[in-house]
């Protein structure tokens, strides 16, 4: 059957009333359920079907919403490569995500094979193999260089605006696609506006496909998609998680991801002091603000190094005590700075009753949130804060705050724990700044 036609049944199917339905699933021999069962062309949207032709595009970018089946595309346009026996590179944020996701998943290589046809993980080699003589390696955008010597087919990158070394990993990547008459590769994610993907989409040789979350509906949870869009819908955050779009920074905002993409390092200096800054929640309700938690450091070069984001929503507050004093004991911290407004003295309370020796210092805000980040913020376009790693929900809270908007919902908590760790290190009240207030 054509692919025409297998979409056509596919619509035939959906069509027909339940009982209907499973009276002609009921009829099919075992044989004939399997095969369609697994011939994906009956089962995908358009957007999860790669582009016609074979000479007009190398690239096929597939820009989703959180659960809005690229994964699963993906895996399958692997599938289809890995009938013949070729060479595959699977390219993920970690080999941890490489495997979890694109090869073990629930959307993954090894479920979405018929039996018969289902690859192999060896785990020890990190190649996954198919009876076909089609073998994938993984590789993880934390090593650009394992890419180096490696030659290949095709190659699916999973979450391209997730990796740590994008860049790097994908030039890697580029000079290994060169077997074959058509090497070609596929790449999931959701979007962030990057300068990498926003170069890839405007490639002559790349062929874009869509799709929000709302477009996989039928195979999400039941009651998620109304929890997410109730909370979401309309923000920033959900325009780029759940409808896929790509959002530049808001002009607005006090911190550009340029600034702080460019003050990034991989290592710090001799550091002479550390602290962790919590901003505790005022509830310990799911539904309430997250517990903002930051560790810094300050340099012997005057810098600021935020080492670690340790925020976390929905913690008791045992418990975020004591994921404060588990980060001030790995960091070797010299002292935890809290925002003592929502609680006052019951906030070192807290945190003593979960280690007795630490030492606490409670601050309190007297003035508004943008008047206590505006300083914290010249610090970075003074390039003089620098983040080690990546720390991607707290980078969104600093590129998405904006001064000017009026209150809203939910609290940057990531946001203040900074500034309230930046303050201590670099504007201490001690010489002139009015913007914090020690208890």
Known sequence: ?????????????????????????????????????????VWARDDQLPPPGTDCWTTWLLLGGRGAGKTRAGAEWIR?????????ALVGETLADVRDVMIEGPSGLIAIAPPAARPRWVASKRLLEWPSGARAFAFSSEDPDALRGHQVHAAWADEFAKWRHVQETWDMLQFGLRLGDRPRQVVT????????????????????SRAGTSANAANLAPGFLSAVMRRYHGTRLGRQELEAEILEDNPRALWQRAMLDGARVTAVPPL??????????????????????????AGEDGHGYVLADRSMGGLSPARWARRVADAYHSHEADRVVAEANQGGEMVAAVLRQVDPALPVRLVRATRGKAVRAEPVAALYEQA??????????????????????????????RLDALVWALTDLMLDARQGNPRLRPL
Not at 11 to 40: K, Q
């Open 384 to 413: 003089r804060v620098h983040h080690l790693g990546t720390h991607r929900r707290l980078e969104d809270q600093l590129c998405e705050f904006d001064p000017s908007a009026p209150a809203q919902s939910g609290s940057p908590d």
């Open 272 to 297: 002479q002091r550390i602290v962790v800054a919590v901003d505790p929640p005022a509830s310990s309700s799911p539904s309430a603000d997250e517990c903002g938690i930051v560790v810094a450091g």
């Open 189 to 208: 994610t959701t979007p962030r506006p990057l300068p990498a993907l926003k170069r890839l989409m405007t490639d002559d040789m790349t062929r874009i």
């Open 80 to 88: 289809a490569c890995a009938r013949k026996p070729v060479r595959i």
């Open 1 to 41: 059957m054509t692919v025409s036609s297998l979409r056509s049944l596919s619509g035939w199917l959906a069509s027909l009333p339940p009982d209907h339905r499973a009276a002609f699933l009921r009829s099919l021999t075992v044989r004939e359920a399997e095969a369609l069962y697994y011939t994906w062309s």
